[in-house]
């Protein structure tokens, strides 16, 4: 008899401990997880170790440490021009929590939750715990847009939010301000909260991001969520923030009272310095994922993969239809040791699994050498 909560029932392990745990049983270069293996800027490092041995060790404000509200809001203002106050911002353990948060103290069991698809899997998890109801508006490839008349089919009578990934993992996807436009909207029309996740929100390549929050109508029903794990290259630290009018952020507060009621005491002033003081990093860090990603892409083609280049994010989709597996998650499991490398099946984002069947997710959040070394290992063990 098993003894989780029905509320868990098909919420296993998420494919990216599975993923990772494989490439370091296999010694494999893992290309599937989407963490980087180089730093953040050494002040923000500097400036959480003085925080450490100045002191911050005991819980900070649940609210979040007021640097790091400052820093989030000044950043709204100076990259997007949004104007909030303290009582506008929360921070959490990662974006994870904050949606989380949302998720929770916004959907009622039996209310809908429009959400793009592929998806985050912690979407899934979280409606789900919510007791709410996913509606998957579909991404599809090649070009991975949203449609607009998918997107106003989705809603019904009993919509209560939708959860607005862009940039878009595991797509690449960064929706334009006419596809934004048109879910604005169908928010306004239909009286919904929009929860976006913005986490990519500065690794762009072609085309500036956008956040909803900005267009007309949307700041008072938009929750916007981001954090310092990708902007900075420091995911291990969960430093988190949602944004927004104040009901929805308290929202988000009143559960993270309950989860972990305050986050990384240390960690939060120096995620300030971060935000306040390295805009140059992430532009920098942007740059040089742009060419990676191009390695990455041109190598995947060379193999004869049909490969979607992103606009964003740290990942690059594939189709791996023609190495003749049955679909991407027997193609991930062979895929060590045929060539010692880990990726990661895009299927388990999607609740349309003929759509996501035969695509693969690879991350080009590396090191050069490390995507090279993953490339060779591909064309020594593809090939054969």
Request: charged share 20%; proline share 5%.
């Amino acid at each position: 008899m098993g003894i989780e909560a029905h509320r868990l029932d098909g919420i296993g392990t998420t494919i990216f401990a599975e993923m990772s745990a494989l490439a370091v049983r296999t010694g494999s270069v893992n290309l599937g997880q989407g963490f980087p293996d180089e730093d953040g800027p050494s002040a923000m490092l500097e400036a959480a170790v003085e925080a450490l041995r100045g002191g911050r060790n005991q819980y900070p404000p649940g609210h979040g440490t007021p640097e790091l509200l400052d820093a989030v809001i000044a950043h709204q203002q100076r990259h997007y021009g949004l104007t909030l106050d303290r009582h506008q911002v929360v921070a959490t353990t990662g974006a994870t929590e904050a949606i989380a948060g949302a998720l929770l103290g916004l959907v009622d069991p039996g209310d809908e939750v429009v959400v793009l698809e592929p998806y985050y899997d912690s979407y899934v998890a979280m409606i789900q715990m919510a007791g709410g109801v996913r509606r998957p508006v579909t991404l599809r490839a090649p070009d991975f847009r949203l449609d607009l008349d998918e997107l106003a089919a989705a809603i019904t009578p009993r919509t209560r939010l939708i959860l607005l990934n862009t940039p878009h993992n595991p797509t690449g996807t960064v929706l334009t301000r006419a596809e934004l436009e048109g879910v604005a909207a169908v928010a306004i029309e239909h009286d919904l909260i929009v929860v976006t996740d913005e986490v990519y929100e500065h690794l762009t390549f072609e085309e500036p991001h956008v956040p909803l929050a900005t267009l007309p109508g949307m700041f008072e029903r938009t929750l916007t969520i981001s954090s310092a794990g990708k902007t900075f290259s420091v995911t291990g630290w969960k430093v988190g923030w949602a944004s927004g009018p104040e009901h929805l952020v308290a929202a988000v507060e009143g559960v993270k009272n309950w989860l972990s009621y305050s986050s990384g005491a240390p960690l939060q002033p120096a995620v300030a310095v971060g935000l306040n003081e390295h805009d140059a990093f992430h532009v920098a860090l942007a740059a040089d994922l742009r060419a990676k990603r191009d390695v990455l892409c041109d190598g995947l083609a060379d193999l004869g993969l049909t490969v979607h280049r992103p606009a964003g994010t740290y990942f690059v989709t594939t189709d791996v239809s023609s190495y003749g597996f049955a679909d991407g998650r027997a193609f991930c499991a062979a895929l060590p040791e045929k060539a010692g490398v880990v990726a990661i099946p895009s299927q388990v984002f999607y609740d349309d699994l003929d759509e996501g069947r035969h695509l693969v997710r690879w991350a080009f959040c590396k090191r050069l050498e490390v995507i090279e070394e993953g490339l060779g290992r591909l064309r020594a063990g593809l090939k054969n």
